[in-house]
């Protein structure tokens, strides 16, 4: 039993069964909880949806839920926002932001955009609503290559906000697109040199990567792919395999479900971004786990904290995930 126990200084101790607790209120909301392949396993465990961001948002879109409760980063609410602009969005911590989104604020954004007129804006799906709103067409991991595949091949592109999947979406599709420099700061530590070493000392391990990496640590993926079609590769692979995990440890959780007889081993990051040590930890997402289990119960307790956007960054952010969904 997973308890909560409160304290203020006017009410006394009181003690409540978390689980039990939070089924009850999304019963008397009539909401839905949404949770990242990057949470802790008990909010997976109590999720109504698990996945890639985008596509919970447009699974609680599709739902005739009033309230959605997204266990993530504060951009993916944005999105759900955008996706659901008269549902009530909710996010367990409000300060649970993105490394890659914060990468792009919205005014240094236009104003690259502004000084490249030529360009078509391409941005990955990890951006804040107002940055999507300046961009003409979203992109996820798993179809990044296939919407930049779509456009004229004379068209001059900007592609942000991650300069490392923008550089491995370049290296598959052969266009020379103009790259913001972005970054997610756990996807960019990932040590090549450990990983090497683990791959030695596991003979036959599949290293499943994801395209957020630097190039050379992508080089040694045996699998490159979103989080959802690195789960794929594990549903799909072996019972008995053995696979190095070069993304956000969460995905974890989900993998194990897909394969309970593998063996899964996470690649270390460097430390301090050197190949000088490495760190079985640092490749925690911080900000995803600011999520827990008691702040998904008070948020759902107390409807707050609540995700608001203007009605016309709604209007104009929907555009380019339309477009998108238009490609496939």
Known sequence: MILLTPNTKNSRTSEVDLVPAIQKLKREMNAIILAHYY?????????????DSLDLSR???????DVIVFCGVHFMAETAKVLSPHKTVLLPDLAAGCSLAESAPPEAFKAFVDAHPNHLVVNYVNTSAAVKALTDYCVTSSNAVQVINSLPPEQEIIFGPDKYLGDWVRRETGRDMLLWEGSCEVHEIFSEQAISEMMQENPGAKVLVHPECPGPVRDLGDVVGSTKRLLEAVANGPEDATYIVVT???IIHKMKEAAPKATFLMAPA???????????????????KRNTLEK????MKNRSPEIFLDEEIVRKARIPIERMIAIG
Not at 39 to 51: L, P, R, T
Not at 275 to 285: D, I, L, P, R, Y
Request: hydrophobic share 30%; with cysteine; aromatic share 4%.
């Open 39 to 51: 949470q802790v396993d008990e909010i997976q465990d109590v999720a109504d949806f698990i996945g």
């Open 59 to 65: 699974k609680a879109a599709d739902t005739d839920a």
């Open 248 to 250: 956000e440890p969460g």
């Open 270 to 288: 460097s430390v301090s971004g050197s190949e000088e040590g490495s760190c079985t930890t640092c490749n925690t997402c911080p900000h995803m």
């Open 296 to 299: 998904l119960y008070l948020c």
